[in-house]
């Protein structure tokens, strides 16, 4: 083991040193290329800087050595440009298309431009002055100053990464190798005690909790051979006892089996059964539910009101005595309370139980398991297990299949129920959206139909027109200077005029089977199906005069002195592309008309699908 944990470390160690030396490597070459990058932008910013403020100390004499076409002094102030550090070249270019070079030798106008200076002189471009800089001296120099700095973080690297795994090497390999050479002392053959020394496990880090750990399991691993050797003595002296057991529970989960597979089928029969047919489903099921329960009789009781019905009993033909729970105070406060079986036996009543007592012996019930019918409220039924001549021979699954049985009982009821109530609540729905709907299309206060009825009744009548290849007629009916009758009588007053004008003119509408509507204010309209010029003619005078018939008194009315109508109307024989609104809107073209024509009047006319204007 030690051999092996040597090897281990060595491979441990080689790797630390290999990731220590990489990772302070990589952070040396990273510190030089930054170191480099600084100084390679410091070197070209102060060139650029110098550079800029000799060529505006340059530009004036340049300017006019170039006016004045003197090239010795031009090519000296170039040249001066030129001999800067890190300027490879200084090239101008005259307006007449004249060329100079600081040096002709390195002619480039690629590398190392750095700037443009056009040269003017008194508003006039008289030529333009190019830089270049040498990027590569630039670059050499920046590396040259970078290579002490470069020195030092390799050495700061390399001192870094020899510390570091001087201290790892303290503080870690040399204590795991103490605590393997512990570890290989373990014998798990032998019951022995033994212990990792102190200087291991006093450690508060990682190295200590792991020590500790192996400590403890040890001593767990001690304990479960202890254990183990004291459980196979043990399993020694109950193997007969087990067999019985796995007997037991092997009758005890087929019995459960039985019962989960009789749930099953029940809820499946309940599922795609109608609800006319439940006790049939339930009935169905109780003969095998007896035979697991080891009951003579199950009964299924409900509550109504104060009577006890049977919904379903097994045998079918057992007798179904009248119950009455009136002096059954016992029986009433286990319904009040009950959250489990109750076992009731003749040769075991209590006391207060006398009544409970005699009903059981006067129907030959010797013993009985039962479980309420509950909303979780109140409870509506009783499911019962009872036999003749013997105690039942109960245990809990027997109380959780009962259990079962009479939640889904429960729950069956209870979706009945809801069922019958959401019936009835539906129909309370439909009558109150009945209500509703009649309410939100009729005008308050003339009982009329409102707008949008009138328009969905009038786009109906459209389609029916068309497929009969009949005529329609729509009419607008405005009160005349109504307006002027709310400002002399008052509002209320004038609402009981509207009212009045349109029961009067709703009786002639009826007479025409014709849908009336208040479209508002004071304004209403009339749709009448099947009819002709001639007849609609007709109608609009019965419905000026019944409105003039009403007599009602009218100071502001300056044509009658009475309430009187003004009334458009059209009659068309419309197509698949007449609309609704066109219609409407040419009725109340031809009402305008009426209107300023002096009211009290009707104006009628014939309607083209093609009339873009009323003639």
Known sequence: MPKTFLNTRQSIQAKLSALVLGLSLTFAVVSICLQLHINYTNTYSLTVSLLEKRADSSLSTIRYSLKKEDTSLLLHQLQSLADMPFVKNVHLTSIDGEQYWADNITRSRKDGRYKKYPLVTQGESIGQLDIYLNLEEIENSALRDAIPAALVYLVEALLVAMLLLMIIGKTCITRVKSLVENIDKIDLNKVNKFAIPHSLTHHQDELGQVARSVQELYMRIRADSIEKRLKERTLKQHKSLLVEEVTARTQAIEWQNLANKLLADLSLRLLKGHKTNVEHDVRCCMPQMAELLGSDHIFWLSFDHDNILYRASYPESSEQPPIDFSDMFKVKRWLMAAQNVALVDVDNFEEDALAEHDFLKDVGIHSLAMFPLTDGRKSFGILAATNNHRSLAWNENKSLLLTRFATMLSELTIRER????????????????????????????????????????????????????????????????????????????????????????????????????????????????????????????????????????????????IITISIGGITCEPTADTQPNQLLEAADQCLYKAKHGGRNRAILRPYLPLDKEPQ
């Open 418 to 561: 809801d069922h019958y109530a959401m019936a009835e609540l539906q129909e309370e729905l439909i009558m109150a959206n009945e209500r509703l709907r009649v309410e939100a299309e009729t005008d308050d206060l003339t009982h009329l139909l409102n707008r949008r009825p009138f328009s969905r009744q009038l786009s109906a009548a459209l389609y029916d027109t068309v497929d009969d290849q009949s005529m329609l007629s729509v009419m607008m009916i405005d009160i005349d200077h109504f307006k002027a009758y709310n400002d002399i009588y008052g509002h209320l007053q004038g609402d009981k005029v509207l009212s009045r004008v349109a029961q009067a003119m709703s009786g002639i509408a009826k007479q025409w089977d014709a849908p009336l509507a208040r479209f508002g204010g004071e304004e209403f309209s009339l749709m009448l199906p099947n009819s002709d010029l001639e007849k609609t003619q007709k109608v609009a005078w019965q419905l000026c005069q019944a409105v003039r018939d009403l007599c009602v008194s009218h100071q502001g009315s300056t044509s009658s002195g």
